[in-house]
Nanobody
Framework: QVRLVESGGGLVQTAGSLRLSCAAP????????MGWYRQAPEKQRELVAT???????NYADSVKDRFTISRDGVKNAVYLQMNSLQPDDTAVYYC????????WGKGTLVTVSS
């Protein structure tokens, strides 16, 4: 089973920054859309940001102007630069790749302390 691999999570103070990375080892074809989702305790998984193969991006309103998604199409890698982090950003962040197929990572925990 192909899985994406996230890295870069950790503990950060309010207003701090983190950069998440996601790789797709074993996937040799181009993935159309890659993105980040997150799930906070006792909440449903929600979209954070997506980016298509042509560079079009989409962000949740709660992270606009604070988070930036980017990708390396050759490596099938996607990144999430997170600035001005707030305690409400605390969650497990999951990488997703879609088209063709649908792929998920195991998640990386981001904890923002107040």
């Amino acid at each position: 089973q192909v899985r994406l691999v996230e890295s870069g999570g950790g503990l950060v103070q309010t207003a701090g920054s983190l950069r998440l990375s996601c790789a797709a080892p074993g996937i040799i074809f181009g993935i159309k859309t890659m993105g980040w989702y997150r799930q906070a305790p006792e909440k449903q998984r929600e979209l954070v940001a997506t980016i298509t193969s042509d560079g079009s991006t989409n962000y949740a309103d709660s992270v606009k102007d604070r988070f930036t998604i980017s990708r390396d199409g050759v490596k099938n890698a996607v990144y999430l630069q997170m600035n001005s982090l707030q305690p409400d950003d605390t969650a497990v962040y999951y990488c997703n790749g879609a088209g063709p197929g649908n792929y998920w990572g195991k998640g990386t925990l981001v904890t923002v302390s107040s």
